[in-house]
């Protein structure tokens, strides 16, 4: 009788113990999470100082522009080479990445299988439950747990103001200023985190840069489930985390905060706008 009481006591005491661990292994994982955006803020921030402007959120525009094209078909500040890569990898030298950085031909077209499968720690929260890889036409390629902000034009949208004119921080061709960013740097997001991008729905390849993909919007709530909510194609472009109710977001000032999921869009909105005087829904 006595041994069933202990048995039954030592059985109450783990069921109080388990959610104070689970706790404090979340909040661990939270805190490596806040850290990686932070040490990639500092990195975006060095890049900055060394070129006096932002990374392009992409390096060019979609497809092949070679000597072929006339000079009407370019969009003004795109590279007329094909190069989907994107900011992250530009500030890779800022990060100590410099060997993964100079297997890249330069212009960077990434065609290494070597390079597209490292996949550093710091693009990694610990709560994502991302697989490290994505199959993608035949080469696995590695996946981040945090995306680039465009802006507040998104899905189902697919034009210039979305890749070529968004009114964020990072898309296609441009490479922001600081002076450019009117609601100053620390009321401007940078990075958000998201969650299982080696899903088709997900898609975020690390050293890619494609619309709504590794660059996002404010145009569907945080934490809209994969495939939920205004989209194009399979992409809704929504932010998400594994962390209950909300996710990390890195601001211009390299400060990171946890968003609520359920803030105001209208607020949400203004913080992944660099002017909130221009913005302009398609």
Request: aromatic fraction near 10%; hydrophobic fraction near 35%.
């Amino acid at each position: 009788m006595e041994l069933l009481v202990v048995i039954a006591i030592i059985g109450i005491l783990i069921a109080l113990l388990l959610p104070a661990v689970q706790a404090a292994r979340e909040a661990a994982r939270q805190t490596q999470c806040r850290n990686n955006l932070k040490q990639i803020g500092t990195a975006i921030m060095s890049y900055e100082t060394n070129r006096q402007t932002f990374p392009p959120g992409r390096w060019s525009r979609d497809g092949y522009a070679g000597p072929d094209r006339s000079e009407s078909d370019y969009i003004p500040g795109c590279h007329r080479y094909y190069s989907s890569v994107n900011a992250i990898f530009l500030v890779f030298p800022y990060l100590e990445f410099n060997s993964i950085y100079k297997q890249a031909h330069f212009p960077p077209i990434i065609d290494s299988n070597w390079v597209v499968r490292q996949r550093p720690s710091v693009f990694v929260c610990p709560s994502d439950t991302a697989r490290p890889f994505r199959d993608a036409t035949s080469i696995d390629k590695a996946v981040s747990s945090y995306a680039m902000m465009s802006g507040s034009n998104g899905p189902p949208s697919i034009g210039t103001s979305v890749k070529y004119n968004n009114n964020g921080m990072f898309f296609y061709c441009r490479a922001i200023r600081a002076k450019e960013v009117v609601d100053g740097l620390s009321n401007t997001i940078f990075l958000g985190e998201v969650y299982d991008g080696h899903l088709v729905e997900q898609d975020a390849m690390l050293y890619t840069g494609t619309r709504h993909a590794m660059l996002r919007s404010t145009v569907n709530p945080i934490n809209t489930p994969p495939g939920k909510g205004l989209h194009y194609g399979d992409m809704n472009g929504a932010f998400c985390s594994r962390h209950r109710g909300g996710a990390h977001f890195l601001y211009g000032d390299c400060r990171v905060e946890f968003l609520n999921e359920n803030i105001d869009p209208d607020v949400y909105d203004a913080m992944g706008t660099r002017n909130r005087k221009d913005k302009a829904h398609e």
